[in-house]
């Protein structure tokens, strides 16, 4: 089945500067990676997402590159803010007998610091 | 356009014990999941269903948990009996159209509920 592994598993950053986030995979079939964000005491939001065939989307201060030949993608984050302080997953959709289903990465804690 | 609605928020039980829990979708979405969050991981997939049948159950440890999804909408989760391995929080997730084939989308959670086993 699909591995996916996340780094690095916590992160600081000051206020205003960039945060990147590196995931890894396993499935070459994996074709949709999508990044969630976690706040304490809620459920994964998610934020942004990339297809296997576009290297690289952008929504205004987030965006996800894609890697195939090297099985990587990443997040990145401009201009931090407090408020993007969270846990954020990665994850891959792998196949598993009839159905795609997602694989989460360990989660990263992103801390930015005002 | 509401969320995907779970309840209860918070549960303490003692080992043995039964417990469920309960799952309303996003309207329209035909495809809902439940996972295991356990502290410090991220989610990992229990069983996944299409309308009102399951499409993969191979992760659901089926001696002790169950789900289903009556009428295709709202699903309930069970754990009977429930050990202390059991805590962690559980969330539900749907999905606004059919997999099919290579396709897979945007999946969309609750708040989760939260499993305390004593």
């Known amino acids: 089945g699909e591995n996916v592994e996340q780094h690095p598993s916590t992160l600081s950053v000051q206020e205003g500067d960039s945060a990147v986030i590196k995931c890894t995979y396993s499935?070459?079939?994996?074709?949709?990676f999508p990044w969630y964000k976690q706040e304490l005491g809620k459920g994964p939001q998610l934020i942004i997402d990339?297809?296997?065939?576009?290297g690289e989307k952008k929504d205004q201060r987030i965006a996800v590159t894609l890697n195939k030949t090297a099985k990587h993608f990443s997040l990145h984050i401009t201009e931090t803010q407090p408020e993007d302080s969270a846990v954020y997953f990665c994850a891959a959709s792998g196949s598993s007998g009839s159905a795609r289903q997602l694989t989460f990465g360990s989660g990263t804690q992103l801390t930015v610091l005002p | 356009e509401a969320g995907v609605a779970q309840s209860p928020r918070y549960k303490i039980i003692e080992k043995r014990q039964s417990v469920a829990f309960w799952c309303n979708p996003i309207?329209?979405?035909?495809?809902l999941y439940w996972y295991q969050q356990i502290l410090g991981q991220g989610p990992k997939l229990l069983i996944q269903f299409q309308n009102n049948g399951v499409v993969d159950d191979s992760q659901l440890p089926k001696d002790r948990f169950s789900a289903e999804r009556l009428k295709g909408v709202d699903s309930t989760l069970k754990i009977q009996p429930a050990k202390l391995e059991d805590s962690a929080v559980y969330l539900c997730a749907s999905s606004p159209i059919r997999l099919a084939g290579d396709r897979t989308y945007e999946q969309y959670f609750g708040p989760g509920t939260r499993l305390t086993v004593t």
């Open positions: 309207s329209g979405h035909a495809t």
């Open positions: 499935d070459s079939a994996s074709n949709y």
């Open positions: 990339i297809r296997s065939n576009v």
